[in-house]
């Protein structure tokens, strides 16, 4: 079993700037990929961003290319998103998660946080 406990979010205007954290724990950091997802209002809930147990490999949205980052300190079990350049449509509960493999979709995954909320005013 993998424990996870997403922070971070809050109130930022569009334009601005936030790094979410995960902290996990339970099971070797190291050998689990990680991933994070968002889920809008009225919207399904979709993948953002993942990243390989090594920290080498990551992948990413179309939507959040080239302004959101993933990272991982498997010193400190925790895994990153910096989100930069934030728009309104990015409005969301941001959830992370953890997989027995490196993937970008949701059934792929099999621990899940309580997810933090993301507001990106105009």
């Known amino acids: 079993q993998v424990q996870l406990v997403e922070s971070g979010g809050g109130l930022v205007q569009a334009g601005g700037s936030l790094r979410l954290s995960c902290a996990a724990s339970g099971r070797t950091f190291s050998s689990i990929a990680m991933g994070w997802f968002r889920q809008a209002p009225g919207k399904e809930r979709e993948f953002v961003a993942t990243i390989s147990g090594s920290g080498v490999w990551s992948n990413y949205a179309d939507s959040v290319k080239g302004r959101f980052t993933i990272s991982r300190d498997n010193a400190k079990n925790t895994v990153y998103l910096q989100m930069n350049m934030l728009k309104p449509e990015d409005t969301a509960v941001y959830y992370c998660?953890?997989?027995?493999?490196?993937?970008?979709?949701?059934?792929?995954?099999?621990?899940w946080g309580q997810g933090t909320q993301v507001t990106v005013s105009s």
């Open positions: 998660a953890a997989a027995r493999r490196y993937n970008t979709v949701e059934r792929g995954y099999d621990y």
